[in-house]
């Protein structure tokens, strides 16, 4: 879950009813795009690195990588912050919290780049202060806790958080197994076996409208009727088929198939926008915050389509489509000038989200990030501009001073794993 400080009062107010630069390479001439594999990577251990067909060499795609993640977990602008011997948390450091939004993504970059301490650290701290140990709300997480009060925003979940934790600690077991100090396994079974006990009392669902067979925005309350479409990423429940082993496998295909029709209609506009929220029929959901527009949260869309595309190919003809649709109409909006926030028909919105305490139309560097993503899909004809256009980018302050090193920090680092073939299927090692 993201939003501005007016959309978290929003939320906020609806959650407590209820108890991401390197210093710039030189490419070499470019190399032929090569054609893409009939195949996803997760049945074929292959991942595209887009950088390399960019003609940029491997040890600076590696050094590009490296840096990311020094300065979005390391470096004098991070939002990683160790607690102790054996905890830490991501913070939102705008908006001064901590949410499961960023503690996931923390927990699937650690897994992704192989860091265990930092993951291990990470899950400990968000079971400590975030996970529900009792009561209808067992298992899900507190979405959001003020870091400098220890005090939770609200004890409501959002759907996306409980999603990376369970893909992350899927993945964490298979890479480094269960018997190092964390069960990542068992820890990834309780939050799906929890979801499986919410049966509506208390307000209380499944993290999935079972009736739908979609994410929910939140399972609880009136708010388990409608969804967000980047919560929408088919991959990770392919994963969730393959390694839960909960006796829910043919539900999880079934959703991941559901979401992508979803997409479709969601990202149905000649511009391939979509709304930040939206019915279950992927029209629009009016909030409380904000009218209905592309915003924050509907910048990972392209990412997560991209995802599933490498990962699992299912829906490739049209995912191929989609990226042309959306790159294209960046591309006419300037490639190195398009701003964060539209309409779906590409005109710009009268209402302004704010990012933090600022209300201001940026070159965004997380929708950079997304939009290069969508590069995966091959849309036709092939071009790596968009590619380029990342690698140039900086994780840095704007000339007005903005800067966010969490939301634009974490989906640059994202965006560099997914087009340097760093951001896998972590299948289970051999023991």
Not at 121 to 137: E, I, M, V
Not at 159 to 187: C, H, K, P, Q
Not at 398 to 421: A, I, N, Q, R, T
Request: charged share 25%; with cysteine; hydrophobic share 35%.
């Amino acid at each position: 879950m993201n939003y501005s400080s007016l959309a978290t009062l929003g939320r906020r107010a609806c959650l407590l009813a209820l108890c991401l630069g390197a210093g710039r390479a030189v490419a070499q001439p470019s190399a032929q795009p090569r054609q893409p594999v009939t195949k996803g990577a997760f049945y074929t251990n292959t991942y595209p690195n887009l950088f390399r067909e960019a003609g940029y060499r491997q040890a600076d795609i590696d050094k590009k990588v490296a840096q990311a993640y020094h300065d979005v977990f390391e470096g004098p602008s991070k939002v990683y912050f160790e607690v102790g011997d054996s905890l830490a948390y991501v913070s939102d450091v705008k908006n001064e919290d901590a949410r499961t939004e960023g503690l996931s993504y923390g927990l699937m970059v650690a897994v992704q780049l192989n860091k265990k301490e930092v993951f291990d650290r990470l899950w400990r701290w968000s079971k400590k202060y975030l996970q529900h140990q009792s009561g209808p709300l067992e298992g899900y997480f507190a979405w959001s806790i003020n870091t400098a009060t220890m005090k939770r925003n609200s004890e409501g979940p959002a759907s996306d958080g409980e999603l990376y934790f369970v893909t992350s600690l899927l993945f964490a077991s298979n890479r480094w197994g269960n018997t190092t100090g964390i069960d990542y396994y068992r820890e990834a079974r309780r939050i799906l076996d929890a979801s499986w006990k919410k049966d509506g009392t208390g307000d209380v669902y499944n993290l999935f409208n079972t009736k739908h067979k979609q994410i929910s925005f939140v399972p609880t309350g009136d708010m388990y009727n409608w969804t967000d479409p980047s919560y929408h990423v088919p991959a990770f429940l392919e994963v969730w088929a393959e390694y839960a082993k909960d006796g829910h496998e043919q539900f999880y295909r079934d959703c991941a198939d559901t979401s992508r029709v979803f997409l479709h209609r969601a990202c149905a506009a000649p511009t391939g926008l979509n709304y930040d929220y939206t019915e279950f029929s992927g029209r629009p959901h009016a909030t409380r915050w904000a009218p209905a527009a592309f915003r924050y949260d509907s910048w990972r869309v392209p990412m997560n389509i991209a995802m599933d595309y490498v990962w699992f190919g299912k829906d490739r003809r049209w995912q191929q489509q989609y990226a042309q649709r959306f790159q294209g109409f960046l591309r006419s909006k300037g490639l190195n000038t398009f701003e964060d926030q539209f309409n779906v028909d590409g005109s710009r919105p009268d209402f302004i989200l704010p990012a933090g305490k600022v209300k201001k139309l940026r070159h965004s560097l997380g929708l950079v990030a997304t939009s290069a993503s969508a590069s995966l899909m091959r849309p036709a004809p092939p071009k790596l501009d968009f590619v380029h256009a990342l690698w140039n980018a900086k994780l840095a302050p704007y000339e007005d001073g903005y800067f966010d090193p969490y939301y634009d920090g974490l989906l640059y680092l994202f965006s560099l794993m997914h087009l340097s073939g760093k951001y896998q299927v972590i299948k289970p090692v051999a023991r």
